[in-house]
């Protein structure tokens, strides 16, 4: 692998970051602790040093792995982990984005890890109830210590992300660096607003479920029976379609689905803007060293033009009538066509 530049940051990570959510054997999918290890040096032997978990991943048991797999070389990683989800159940603050727990999840994080610092620190979903100056100035309390080195922010919606890091800018505080998010051939909303924001505020896109939950490798597609269903909810007929068009261009071009819905998401990369870094997850070392493949995948001009239009989304309002001929011709005087714009 290669290292990229993590957002608006010095921070050098490998161009693939690691999921560990199913290092730990907790929930009902997962992997034992040696599963895990044999995931793990497979990454790292690829070049990967970027390693994804968060406090409440397999109840714990994800960063204890993480943190025993990194101890022998501990500065060799970039380890990102998240605050949030609930460390407690019934207790009101063991919860959220609020100062309170976020530090005390922190420490929690800090002794599984086993480690006295963290490189990335995200919250992981907006609770809509913390004001946005209390999580910016505990996050940069956290950096200001030496216990976070950067920070990051996960499921959260494109105004609040853009309010965090503007309010941070203006008072000295330390920014977002990395927005998590959830973007596939199956899911491109975050082409709306979340993505573009990302873009003009240099904040690096690390997506998720880069397999659409698994859909986008054709599994849903093998039998009646399990045509329709994904983990126990509903798979919309559109990405069913979606899913036979990646079959298809998998079979024409020689490669696994996984490797073309992955070489897609990595073909979204804008070259003016912060890196595009996915976040692999694997239940077997087989399964991340194909995801790993679609490193040296460059699909077609022809795949990608059928990719794009069978996952087409409307981007809606105010898009949809900013890109309009109407509005363009009284917004540019009617020489739109004569104004190279190097921004849209």
């Known amino acids: 692998m290669i290292y990229k530049l993590l957002g608006k940051s010095g921070l050098r ?21 040696d599963q895990s290890k044999a995931i793990f040096d497979a990454y790292v032997n690829a070049g990967g040093n970027f390693i994804d978990t968060s ?3 397999q109840n714990g048991a994800s960063e204890k792995f993480v ?10 990683f970039v380890i990102a982990t998240k605050y949030s989800f609930s460390r407690r159940t019934g207790d009101p603050n063991a919860s959220g984005n609020a100062r309170k727990n976020m530090m005390a999840s922190v420490e929690t994080s800090l002794k599984r890890l086993r480690t006295d610092y963290i490189d990335l620190y995200y919250l992981h979903a907006w609770d809509a109830m913390t004001p946005v ?6 996050l940069d309390d956290l950096v200001r210590q030496g216990k976070v080195l950067y920070i990051a922010i996960s499921d959260t919606p494109a105004w609040v992300v853009a309010m965090a890091n503007v309010m941070a800018e203006l008072r000295g505080w330390s920014r977002f660096v990395g927005l998590q998010l959830r973007y596939s051939l199956a899911d491109r909303a975050a082409e709306r607003d979340l993505i573009p924001m990302s873009r003009a505020l240099e904040i690096s896109v690390l997506p998720w479920s880069v397999l659409g939950a698994g859909v986008l490798t054709g599994k849903y597609l093998e039998n009646a029976e399990t045509q329709g269903r994904a983990r126990n ?6 990405n069913l379609d979606i899913a036979r068009t990646v079959v298809e261009v998998a079979q024409e071009a020689g490669l696994t689905t996984s490797q073309v819905a992955i070489a897609w998401v990595l073909a979204q990369q804008d070259p003016r803007s912060a890196p595009l870094i996915p976040i692999l997850g694997a239940s077997s070392v087989r399964q991340l060293t194909d995801n790993m493949g679609a490193l040296d995948v460059k699909l077609s001009q022809a795949h990608m033009e059928r990719l794009n239009t069978v996952s087409n989304i409307d981007l809606g309002f105010p898009h949809d009538f900013l890109m309009g001929d109407d509005i363009n011709k009284y917004m540019f005087a009617g020489i739109q066509d004569k104004i190279v714009n190097h921004r849209r």
């Open 13 to 33: 990570v490998s161009e693939l970051a690691l999921g560990a959510m199913g290092f730990g054997a907790e929930w009902v999918f997962g992997q034992t602790r």
């Open 55 to 57: 406090i409440n991943y």
């Open 67 to 76: 943190g025993e797999f990194v101890a022998s070389e501990r500065d060799a």
């Open 133 to 138: 100056d209390e999580v910016m100035r505990g």
């Open 233 to 238: 909810y509903d798979v919309p007929q559109k």
